[in-house]
């Protein structure tokens, strides 16, 4: 088949395609429909079949043609196929003819899904109807600081150690995080809440520190002042796709969903120069996801003329995590252990019951991002591997947050927020939370 670009669109640009299974394959099995995909003139993006993420291609390698299992394509429709192209390319392209693959096991896989997940694999677990909500379990952050001895007793006495104390570290941002986590883990939101406001009266530009005390806001519930804060961050650096998508994202914490719509899709038509573009590329998986479970949660609510209809696809998910950290030049990465004791990462991106782990970044902000349609029963461990930090600044170790979704653009959806501080020589997986289907 061959498919032509929409040229009103900017960067990035969508192509757009439809094709068929020939008459003569209709009952074929599916093995005997495994074929590739190529771009012969692309130069770099993303392929979509049928709204699953078939994969990367790039001119310079190591993929330029890409494997299409014939367990995604529809018999009695037409498939749909949709490039994300990065850069500049042809107008045309075609995919390859057909070729026989022998697998070793075969998928016992439905041929069409409604509500096709991009960026995600299918899976032969059963359609069953869970309505318990998983239990959640994150750890809980200890800082073990010196000036974290001092307390102890009830929330009255401990404050007052804190405003002895404070003289002493006026200047050190992770003093007010910790002290604040400590209120925040006895109940005294009131207190943790001024403590953490103290922050910004250091009247310091620093967007790594405010991103920091934006994931402790959000973890906390307090909004309002998310928005504030990660609306400085993006005064600071608009120049980074991350600072639209964590202002975007309190905006929709803050039910303001049509601005965050808004926001989100900035990512996608902003122009940045070639080497954010570059550190940053894959974040548009991310962000489609997170358009759309705006559009599905409170669609009825939204003006979505301005977002390209090829864009919006049904997205409900078992399971979602996010991962973000607040330094650039920074490498972290996303570990999931699923019930048959699989990992998911970076070198395993996606895995034998069907997730699926997003790019791989090494420097900026991730994020980094684990989506699985339809989850087995049993248990599910994250972890983070941290392999450290290119810069040491006032703002101290690199912080993580990581967001956990069940359920997620269902309308039962659930999440945990938990905000990490990275120690020196905590490489290896770092807990940061479990939970069984």
């Known amino acids: 088949s061959r498919m032509y670009a929409d040229s009103s669109h900017g960067t990035p640009l969508f192509y757009t395609g439809t094709f068929s299974i020939p008459s003569n394959l209709q009952d074929a099995a599916d093995a005997e429909l495994d074929t590739y995909l190529a771009v012969p003139k692309g130069i770099k993006g993303q392929v979509f079949i049928n709204g699953f993420n078939l994969g990367r291609y790039w001119l310079v390698g190591p993929q330029q043609s890409l494997y299409l299992p014939g367990t995604l394509l529809n018999r009695d429709a037409m498939n749909e196929v949709v490039v994300v192209a990065y850069a500049a390319q042809a107008k ?9 693959v022998i697998r070793s096991q075969s998928m016992n896989t439905v041929s069409s899904l409604q509500g096709s997940v991009a960026g995600l694999s299918i899976t032969n677990s059963s359609q069953d109807k869970r309505e318990q909500q998983p239990a959640i379990v994150i750890p809980e952050f200890k800082s073990d600081k010196d000036y974290m001895k001092n307390l102890i007793g009830k929330p009255d006495s401990a ?15 992770m003093f007010y995080f910790d002290v604040a986590n400590w209120f925040y883990q006895q109940k005294d939101s009131v207190r943790a809440l001024t403590i953490l406001s103290s922050i910004a009266d250091l009247d310091l530009e620093n967007a790594d520190l405010y991103k920091t005390l934006a994931y402790k806001l959000k973890q906390t519930g307090n909004y309002q002042e998310e928005i504030f804060i990660t609306g400085k961050v993006l005064q600071w650096r608009p120049m980074d796709a991350q600072s639209y998508r964590d202002y975007a994202l309190a905006l929709a914490d803050a039910s303001q969903y049509q601005k965050a719509l808004d926001n989100l899709y900035k990512v996608l038509t902003q122009s940045y120069n070639s080497q954010i573009a570059d550190r940053d590329q894959g974040i548009e998986e991310i962000i489609i996801s997170e358009i759309n479970n705006l559009i599905t949660q409170h669609g009825s609510k939204l003006n979505t003329k301005k977002i390209d209809k090829r864009l919006v696809l049904a997205f409900p998910v078992d399971v979602r995590v996010v991962l973000n950290w607040n330094k650039n030049d920074t490498d972290i990465d996303l570990w999931l252990t699923d019930p048959t004791g699989e990992k998911g990462y ?10 699926r782990i997003s790019n791989d970044f090494t420097s900026g902000y991730g994020p980094e991002q684990f989506m699985i349609k339809k989850a087995i029963k049993g248990k599910y461990k994250i972890e983070v591997n941290y392999y ?21 653009s269902t309308g039962k959806q659930q999440r945990k927020v938990i905000v990490l501080p990275m120690a020196a020589g905590s490489s290896g997986g770092n807990l940061v939370g479990e939970f069984n289907f």
């Open 92 to 100: 045309r392209m075609e995919t390859a003819s057909a070729t026989t």
């Open 159 to 173: 404050y007052q150690a804190y405003l002895k104390m404070r003289p002493d570290y006026i200047t050190t941002p």
């Open 346 to 355: 970076y070198g395993n991106n996606k895995t034998t019951i069907g997730g």
């Open 388 to 408: 450290g930090d290119r810069q040491i600044n006032i703002s101290g170790p690199t912080t993580v947050t990581a967001e956990i979704y069940t359920r997620y």
